[in-house]
């Protein structure tokens, strides 16, 4: 049962432009997380947002940012999008305790022409 | 830092044989652990999750996972595995002083089943 929705499934664009994805979940939780997985299914935090707190893993470059309007959304923005972009990107929810199972969306696949 | 290591980047298992997947991690406190398995072109999903105490955990359909401290490792098993296992298998571990932000993952194994 899906719980946590993601928008779009597959983005395909070109460098330079700038692209946003959409993640909602349904279950309530204070936390949501964004993550990258790359072509070989190396996943890594990107972002963890809780009660306006928002805590970036360092290796992120700057031309992402996190957009929440509710504790329900937070979503994905790259500024200008690089070839090295082109990976899955999956959202996910908790209550943000450290050992609450965090729930993932089915991912956002952009590929970067 | 820490660092969870999945030494099996694929494994291929006969349908009704028994499946072990290992996982070690490095952490200094105590671990949180986590396994997830990822079905083709779908997000990831909870098998099972260690909380200090009895160290082995039972998860969904039929699997179930061994923490050993002084091995520092959390291996996943199930006895008989079906057609529907075939995915990637991810281990987790959470941090301890600044959980929020978020797990650290495995490179995962690959379980490819056939009959």
């Known amino acids: 049962e899906t719980a946590v929705f993601q928008t779009p499934n597959y983005h395909v664009t070109q460098v330079g432009n700038e692209v946003s994805f959409n993640c909602k979940q349904t279950l309530g939780h204070d936390t949501m997380y964004w993550y990258k997985q790359d072509s070989k299914k190396l996943l890594k935090i990107m972002f963890s947002?809780?009660?306006?707190?928002?805590?970036v893993n360092e290796t992120v470059p700057r031309r992402f940012s996190p957009q929440s309007s509710d504790k329900a959304h937070l979503n994905l923005r790259i500024k200008s999008v690089e070839p090295e972009d082109s990976a899955v990107y999956l959202c996910?929810?908790?209550?943000?305790?450290?050992?609450?199972?965090?729930?993932f969306g089915p991912g956002t696949r952009l590929l970067v022409l | 830092a820490q660092s969870v290591t999945q030494p099996d980047a694929r494994v291929t298992v006969s349908e009704g044989a028994s499946l072990q997947l290992r996982c070690k991690y490095s952490y200094f406190g105590t671990p949180y652990l986590f396994w997830y398995v990822q079905y083709p072109r779908q997000g990831l999903q909870l098998l099972l999750k260690?909380?200090?105490?009895?160290?082995v955990v039972q998860g969904v359909n039929g699997f179930e996972a061994e923490f050993s401290k002084s091995n520092s490792s959390f291996h996943l098993r199930k006895a008989s595995v079906h057609w529907s296992d075939w995915a990637v298998y991810f281990c987790?571990?959470?941090?301890?002083?600044?959980?929020?932000?978020?797990?650290?993952f495995g490179l995962g194994t690959r379980v490819s089943v056939f009959p």
């Open positions: 947002y809780n009660n306006k707190q928002l805590i």
């Open positions: 260690y909380y200090p105490g009895d160290p």
């Open positions: 987790a571990v959470s941090m301890d002083d600044n959980y929020a932000q978020g797990l650290t």
């Open positions: 996910a929810s908790s209550w943000g305790g450290r050992g609450d199972t965090q729930y």
